[in-house]
């Protein structure tokens, strides 16, 4: 299938990519799944390479292309493993608030160690007690003087541990009605005094992918820390979430991909009962359900991803996609562990790790029964 938001420019750097993966990814990633993390030397290396935050401008260090840069940069770290969401969650979801609502002088400051690895980022909106009710948070900002008291606690923190920089999410007004207008975003930087990080998180899958609770006991952050304006922090949180529905979704879409090529490959070369196991009308079947799916999937992405790169509202698209295709993810990877058959459920098998790390895209970034909601909202239901 042809896709219109790349170019020549777009597959050569593809394959770029793919061949620094293949050196410096593909045969170490067990290794990291058995660590529980990936090693900050890859982000360096990926920094090097000019793979993170490619659409940054020069002028913070970046390459100022396109937003297609960064799409092939999700597809090919999800087809290494879902373990490096991380990265992209620092390209396409953390850096594009600094570069969005912060001012001059903290762009100057934080994007050309974003470009490079030296910085690495996460957000910080879950609580213990608050999922996707942002406008319920309980962790607060006071400010005093010249700096902001933060106290409060977050969970489920993609980047946790290694993160040299968090946007955190703080409500600065307690009494504000409606309540989203009372919070407000802040840059914390590594060793700010108060900030602390709690457990790091033992998950059902995305063994390599650090996540963890940070916790903000009386925690001073300069007020040159708070990002844009006080108060509009939930605005600004609504506005990005829809470049990161749209990478969850790439995320799903190439995950599908690759547990589909893997195990269509597989059925040919086992055998059952004297013959290939493709040659059975039921796998034959299966594979042109998925076959289908997949195909349809992609070209609702690729559409989308070009109506995103011209700047077109695609709230309502967006979330269609996010939930769909992390559910038809979902649905792939546990048939393709049917066709593995006894083999699928041991870890020398690729297929086992996918079935576990493909669930959690359809919690994170909001619910897929969020996403639900938002779609009959929109349908003015």
Not at 59 to 78: H, M, P, Q, T
Not at 155 to 171: M, Q
Request: proline share 3%.
């Amino acid at each position: 299938m042809k896709r219109s938001f790349l170019n020549d420019d777009h597959e050569m750097f593809r394959k770029s990519l793919r061949k620094f993966l293949e050196k410096e990814a593909y045969p170490y990633y067990d290794q990291w799944e058995k660590d529980r993390i990936i090693p900050r030397s890859f982000w360096t290396k990926m920094g090097d390479q000019g793979f993170l935050c490619p659409d940054i401008e020069e002028k913070y260090g970046g390459s100022g292309v396109d937003w297609g840069f960064a799409a092939v940069i999700s597809e090919e770290l999800e087809r290494v493993g879902s373990g490096l969401i991380g990265i992209g969650l620092h390209n396409d979801i953390v850096v594009p608030y600094i570069t969005a609502y912060g001012t001059e002088e903290q762009k100057q400051r934080w994007l050309p160690r974003c470009v490079t690895g030296e910085i690495i980022t996460a957000i910080a909106m879950t609580e213990p007690g608050t999922g996707s009710d942002l406008a319920g948070i309980k962790t607060t900002a006071k400010l005093e003087g010249s700096h902001y008291i933060i106290n409060g606690q977050k969970t489920f923190i993609t980047n946790g541990i290694h993160a040299d920089l968090v946007i955190v999410a703080c409500k600065t007004d307690l009494h504000a009605k409606p309540k989203h207008k009372g919070v407000s975003l802040f840059v914390v930087e590594r060793d700010t005094p108060g900030f602390t990080r709690g457990r790091k998180l033992d998950k059902v899958g995305l063994h390599c992918q650090d996540t963890a609770e940070l916790i903000f006991e009386g925690c001073r952050v300069h007020k040159d820390n708070l990002l844009g304006e006080e108060g509009k922090g939930f605005t600004y949180l609504m506005e990005k979430l829809q470049q990161e529905r749209l990478v969850v979704a790439i995320g799903a879409q190439a995950a599908a991909e690759e547990m589909f090529k893997q195990t269509l490959n597989y059925v040919k070369s086992r055998e059952a009962f004297g013959r290939p196991v493709s040659q059975f009308q039921n796998t034959q079947f299966k594979l042109a359900e998925m076959a289908t799916d997949i195909e349809m999937g992609r070209a609702f992405l690729d559409a989308l991803i070009a109506e995103h790169m011209a700047g077109e509202n695609i709230v309502t698209k967006v979330s269609m996609a996010k939930w769909k295709l992390t559910d038809t993810a979902k649905r792939i990877a546990g048939e393709c562990m049917q066709l593995h058959g006894g083999y699928g459920y041991m870890e020398e098998y690729e297929i086992a790790r996918r079935y576990r790390d493909i669930p959690v895209a359809s919690i994170y970034a909001g619910t897929n029964e969020i996403m639900k909601v938002i779609i009959a909202k929109n349908l003015g239901l």
